[in-house]
C-alpha cells in the first residue's frame, strides 16, 4: 500500500512537470516582456545624480547616501560579479534594475492570483503595472527602488501566504502541521520585510498595515508573545545585520567610496535616519495635493484610475483584512509623498501602484464570478463552458487597453537608449582638466566622475570635492576650497546653479574650462572680496 502511494506521488509529480502551473508560465511571460522591453529602452552607460552613484558604489561595496540602502549595495555588489560577462559595470547596474522591476511584475501576478483573479487577469494586471512609467522609469537605470517594490511585492506575498495557513490551520486545529506551517510562514515574512527595511527605509510605512493584518488574520498570535517577539526580533536581526555593511565598509574594511562617517555611532544614526532630509518635509494645502496626487495616478493607470474606488470597496467585502493592510500602507505612504520634496519623489508611489491594481485585480475576479457563475458538468454544456472560458481572456484584454494605447507615448518617454550625455559630458569634463586638477563639484556631477575615477581608472590625478565631501573632511565653503587651492594645482568648478558661480566672480577670475559648459575654471583672485 505504501509502496502504492508513493508510485501515485511520483506519477503526480511527473503530470505536474509535464504540465506547468498556468500561473507560472504567465508570470515567466510577464517577467520575460517586461525585460525586453527595459532592455531596450535601458540607458546603455553611466548616468547622473543618484544613477551614477547606484553604478558606482555596489561594485565596490561602498556605502551610500541616506539611508545607506545596504542590502542594495549586496545585491548590486553580487550582481556585478554575476553579470560580469554582459558589460561594463555601469550597464550591469542598470541590468538589475530591470531585472528586479520585472521580477516585481512577475510576483504580483501570484499576488492577484491569491486575491482571486483569473491567471490571464492577473497577468494582464502584472505586464500593466510593470509597464506604468513610474516602474518602466526605475527599470531602464540603475536605481534603488526596483528592489524597494520588489520587495514590498514579495512582502504581501509572503502576508497572504501566511493567511492561507492560517486558515488551515484554523479548519483543522488538531493538525498541529498546520500551525507550524503558518509560523514558519510568518517568519519568512518578517525576514523579507527586515531585507526590505535595510533597503529603503520607505518600508517602515507598511508597518501599521503589517500589523493591523497579522492581528486581524490570527487574533490568537497576541497570546502568544514569544511568537511575536520572534518575528519581530527576526525583522530587526535581518535589517541590522545588512546594515552592518555601513560600519564595517567606512571602518575597519574601508571601501574606495563611503558617503559621511557611519563608522561613528554619530555617522550611523545621521545616515540612517536620513537627517539631512528632514527638512524636506513641507506644507501645502490639501487642495493642492489632492490635485497633484491625481494627476500622477491618472498617468499611471489611465481611466482605470476612476474604477479604483469601486475596486478598493469590492477588496474591502472579500478580502477586508487585505484591504485593511494595503488601504492603510497607501494611505500613510501617500500622505507622507505628497509632503514630501526631494528630486523624483512619483517614485515614491510604487507601492501604492501596487496595491491598486490589487485592488482592480479583487475587483475582476469578482466580476469574472459574477459572469460564469455555477459552471456546467453536463456533456451537453461544453460549448457553453467553452464560451465561458473566453471571459477572462476579454477581461484581460480590456485591462491591457489603456497601456497598448498609451505605449508609444510611454516608450518615447522612457527611452534612454539613445542617452550617451552622461558619458560624453565625462569624457568632455575629464579631457578639460588639467593635470593634477581640483574639481568642486556638486552631486549630479560628482556621482559620474566617481565613477569614471574608481570604476573605469581614469585621471586618478583628479582631486573630486564635493558639497559632500566638504562637509565629511571640514573643509569650509566652497571658497575656502579655492582658497586653499588655487595657486597651487588647477582649479575647476561646477555648480548647480549659474548664480552661485556668478556670486563667485567677485572674488575669482573664473573662465570658460573649454570642456563642457557648466565646468568652469578658476585662474585667479580679482583681488576684492565678495
Not at 527605509?201 to 507598511?206: D, F, K, W
Not at 568642486?440 to 560628482?446: K, N, Q, V
Request: charged residues 15%.
Amino acid at each position: 500500500m505504501a509502496g502504492d502511494r508513493d508510485s501515485g506521488a511520483v506519477d503526480h509529480a511527473l503530470r505536474r512537470l509535464r504540465r506547468p502551473d498556468p500561473t507560472t508560465l504567465v508570470a515567466i511571460g510577464v517577467f520575460l516582456v517586461a525585460v525586453v522591453v527595459f532592455r531596450a529602452t535601458m540607458l546603455p552607460g553611466v548616468g547622473t545624480w543618484d544613477t551614477a552613484e547606484n553604478q558606482t558604489v555596489p561594485p565596490l561595496l561602498g556605502t551610500m547616501h541616506p539611508t545607506g540602502f545596504p542590502a542594495y549595495a549586496l545585491v548590486g555588489w553580487f550582481a556585478n560579479l554575476v553579470l560580469l560577462p554582459v558589460g561594463e559595470p555601469a550597464l550591469r547596474m542598470n541590468l538589475l534594475s530591470g531585472v528586479l522591476a520585472a521580477g516585481a511584475g512577475a510576483l504580483s501576478v501570484l499576488v492577484h492570483r491569491r486575491l482571486g483573479a483569473p491567471a490571464l487577469v492577473a497577468g494582464a494586471i502584472g505586464l500593466a503595472f510593470v509597464l506604468a512609467p513610474i516602474t518602466w522609469h526605475i527599470g531602464v537605470s540603475a536605481d534603488v527602488h526596483s528592489l524597494h517594490v520588489l520587495l514590498v511585492v514579495a512582502v504581501t506575498f509572503q502576508l497572504l501566504r501566511w493567511e492561507a495557513a492560517v486558515r488551515a490551520a484554523d479548519a483543522d486545529p488538531d493538525d498541529r502541521r498546520l500551525r507550524t506551517l503558518a509560523d514558519r510562514r510568518v517568519l519568512v515574512a518578517a525576514v523579507v520585510f527586515g531585507v526590505a527595511v535595510a533597503n529603503h527605509a520607505l518600508s517602515l510605512l507598511l508597518v501599521p498595515g503589517i500589523v493591523a493584518y497579522v492581528l486581524l488574520t490570527d487574533p490568537g498570535l497576541a497570546r502568544r508573545p514569544r511568537m511575536i517577539l520572534a518575528a519581530v526580533g527576526v525583522s530587526i536581526g535581518v535589517a541590522t545585520l545588512l546594515y552592518l555593511e555601513l560600519p564595517l565598509r567606512a571602518g575597519p574594511f574601508a571601501g574606495p567610496l563611503g558617503y559621511g562617517h557611519p563608522e561613528t555611532l554619530g555617522g550611523f544614526l545621521e545616515i540612517v535616519f536620513a537627517r539631512q532630509f528632514q527638512g524636506d518635509i513641507v506644507g501645502g494645502s490639501i487642495a493642492s495635493l489632492v490635485a497633484a496626487f491625481l494627476e500622477l495616478a491618472r498617468a499611471q493607470l489611465g481611466p482605470l484610475l476612476y474604477v479604483v474606488p469601486a475596486a478598493f470597496v469590492v477588496t474591502a467585502v472579500r478580502h477586508p483584512r487585505y484591504a485593511v493592510y494595503s488601504g492603510l500602507a497607501v494611505l500613510i505612504t501617500c500622505v507622507f509623498a505628497a509632503t514630501y520634496a526631494n528630486a523624483r519623489i512619483d517614485r515614491y508611489y510604487l507601492g501604492p501602484l501596487f496595491f491598486a491594481w490589487s485592488w482592480i485585480a479583487v475587483l475582476c475576479a469578482a466580476v469574472v464570478e459574477r459572469l460564469l457563475g455555477d459552471s456546467p458538468t453536463d456533456d451537453a454544456a461544453v460549448g457553453v463552458r467553452v464560451s465561458r472560458s473566453w471571459v477572462p481572456v476579454v477581461l484581460a484584454l480590456a485591462l491591457l487597453v489603456p497601456t497598448a494605447v498609451a505605449f508609444r507615448d510611454r516608450w518615447s518617454e522612457q527611452d534612454l537608449s539613445a542617452n550617451t550625455l552622461p558619458a560624453e559630458w565625462l569624457d568632455g569634463a575629464f579631457d578639460a582638466m588639467a593635470e593634477d586638477a581640483v574639481v568642486i563639484s556638486w552631486w549630479s556631477y560628482s556621482t559620474p566622475m566617481w565613477y569614471g575615477q574608481l570604476i573605469e581608472g581614469r585621471r586618478p590625478d583628479v582631486r573630486i570635492v564635493d558639497d559632500r565631501t566638504r562637509l565629511d573632511e571640514g573643509l569650509g565653503e566652497v571658497r575656502d576650497v579655492i582658497d586653499a587651492n588655487l595657486g597651487h594645482r588647477p582649479v575647476y568648478l561646477i555648480r548647480l546653479d549659474e548664480s552661485e558661480v556668478l556670486a563667485l566672480t567677485g572674488r575669482y577670475t573664473i573662465e570658460p574650462s573649454g570642456g563642457p559648459g557648466n565646468l568652469y575654471r578658476v585662474t585667479g583672485r580679482t583681488g576684492s572680496t565678495p
